[in-house]
C-alpha cells in the first residue's frame, strides 16, 4: 500500500507542476487577448437571450445586454410563453431599452430542451439582414464592451465561433454558494490559445449567420438539450475553429442551497457524458485518480503518526498535490481579476474562496461523475429530461 502511494503522489505531483505550467501560458494568452484591439469591425449582430423564471439580478442582467457600445445590434429576448413570470420584467427591459429590443415567444418545447426550443424559435422568427448571431444567458452580466470583443475575431472570415465563458460571484456566504464558485473556475482552463480543443459557451459566443447556417447549428439543436455541445460538434464537424475570449470574461451572480448545487453539478456532468463522452471519462479519471491518492495520503499519514512511525514523507506527498491546486486556483484568480477590472476588489476577497475550498473541488466533481453514470435524467429549470443520446431527447415532466 505504501509503494502504490509513493507511485500514486509522484504521478500527482508530476501532474500538477505539469499543470501549472499550462496555467502559467494560459494567464500569458489571457493577457495578450486583455491587450488586443477590437478594431472597428461592427457588422449588424443580432443578440440572442432565452429566458425562464426570475432568478436573483434578473433586470439588471438583462439591461445589460442592452447598453453595449456596439451602434449596430438589437437584442432578442424568447420565453416560451406569456406566463412565464419573467414576462413583466423583459417587458419592462425591452420597453425602456436605448437601442433596439424585442420580445418572441416559443411555444412549449417537443423533444428537445426547452432553451434549445427558444433559440430555435428565436433564429427562425429573426428579419433578414443579421450578419452575426451572438447568443447570451439571462444570468450573466457581460461589460459595456463586451459584445464588441466578442465579435471582433469573426472580421476574420476562417473562424467558426469565439466564445468566453462564466465567472461566478456569490451573492451569499452560504456554503453551497461558495463551493458552487469554487467548482466553476477550473472550467476556465480547459479553455485557451489551442483552437482545436476549445467549445462554444452558451452564455457567450458569437457566430456568423453564414457560418451557423453551413455547419448546420439548427439542425444539430432539433433533438438536442445542449445548445453548447451540439453547436461545438457542428462546428467540429465543418472544421471549423473556436477561439476563446477571456477577454469577454462573462461575471454572474449566484444563489444556491445544496439541492441547487448538486443539480446544477450533476447536470452538467451528465451532459458532458452524454455530448462528450472522452472527455468525460478522461476527466473522471482524473479526479478520482486525484481524490484516492489524497485520502490514501491522509490515511497512511495518520497511520504511521498513531504508530509512532516516520509519517512526514506521506504527509508532504500528500500536501504537495493541494499545493500545486491551489497555485492553479491563484492564476485563475488572477485572471478573474484582470479581465473583470470592476470587480477586482471583490474577486479578491472572495480569492480564497478557490485556494481554500478549490482544492477540494475535486471530491465533488467525483460525486457528480458517479451520479452521472447512474442515470440519463436530468431536471432544468422545472423540466425533467431524459437524455437518450445527442441526437434524442425525452421530455419526461414538466
Not at 437518450?388 to 425525452?394: A, E, G, K, N, W
Request: charged share 20%.
Amino acid at each position: 500500500m505504501e509503494n502504490l502511494f509513493y507511485f500514486l503522489g509522484f504521478v500527482q505531483i508530476l501532474v500538477g507542476v505539469y499543470l501549472v505550467y499550462e496555467g502559467v501560458r494560459w494567464l500569458a494568452y489571457a493577457r495578450r487577448r486583455a491587450g488586443t484591439d477590437p478594431g472597428f469591425y461592427s457588422p449588424r449582430t443580432a443578440v440572442i437571450c432565452p429566458c425562464k423564471g426570475v432568478e436573483p439580478g434578473l433586470e439588471r442582467n438583462l439591461t445589460a445586454l442592452c447598453e453595449f457600445d456596439h451602434q449596430n445590434y438589437e437584442v432578442f429576448f424568447v420565453l416560451a410563453s406569456e406566463a412565464d413570470p419573467a414576462v413583466s420584467i423583459v417587458k419592462r427591459v425591452t420597453a425602456q431599452s436605448r437601442g433596439k429590443a424585442h420580445l418572441a415567444f416559443a411555444g412549449a418545447p417537443r423533444e428537445c430542451g426547452e432553451k434549445v426550443h427558444n433559440l430555435r424559435a428565436a433564429i427562425e422568427q429573426l428579419p433578414e439582414g443579421f450578419e452575426i448571431l451572438v447568443f447570451a444567458d439571462s444570468d450573466g452580466r457581460p461589460g459595456h464592451s463586451w459584445l464588441r470583443r466578442l465579435t471582433a475575431p469573426l472580421s476574420d472570415s476562417r473562424i467558426g465561433a469565439a466564445s468566453t465563458m462564466r465567472w461566478l460571484i456569490p451573492n451569499t456566504n452560504n456554503f453551497p454558494s461558495l463551493l458552487l464558485a469554487a467548482w466553476n473556475a477550473p472550467i476556465l482552463t480547459m479553455l485557451g490559445e489551442d483552437t482545436s480543443k476549445n467549445f462554444c459557451w452558451g452564455g457567450g459566443t458569437a457566430i456568423r449567420k453564414a457560418v451557423f447556417e453551413q455547419s448546420g447549428v439548427l439542425e444539430e439543436w432539433q433533438h438536442s438539450v445542449s445548445d453548447d455541445y451540439s453547436m461545438t460538434s457542428a462546428l467540429q464537424r465543418a472544421g471549423r475553429p473556436i477561439v476563446f475570449l477571456p477577454e469577454c470574461l462573462t461575471v454572474s451572480y449566484v444563489e444556491t442551497d445544496f439541492d441547487g448545487l448538486m443539480e446544477f453539478t450533476n447536470r452538467q456532468m451528465l451532459i458532458t457524458r452524454v455530448y462528450s463522452p472522452k472527455m468525460w471519462a478522461t476527466a473522471g479519471a482524473t479526479h478520482l485518480l486525484f481524490c484516492g491518492t489524497i485520502l490514501l495520503g491522509i490515511g497512511l499519514t495518520f497511520r504511521n503518526l498513531l504508530a509512532g512511525r516516520p509519517a512526514l514523507p506521506f504527509a508532504a506527498l500528500t500536501f504537495l498535490p493541494l499545493l500545486l491546486a491551489a497555485i492553479r486556483s491563484a492564476l485563475r484568480v488572477t485572471v478573474g481579476q484582470e479581465m473583470l477590472p470592476t470587480l477586482k476588489s471583490q474577486i479578491q476577497q472572495q480569492s480564497w474562496i478557490h485556494l481554500l475550498l478549490g482544492v477540494w473541488v475535486p471530491y465533488l466533481y467525483a460525486i457528480n461523475f458517479v451520479a452521472s453514470a447512474t442515470t440519463r435524467t436530468i431536471r432544468w429549470r422545472g423540466i425533467r429530461y431524459e437524455l437518450i443520446s445527442p441526437q434524442q431527447t425525452r421530455i419526461v415532466a414538466r
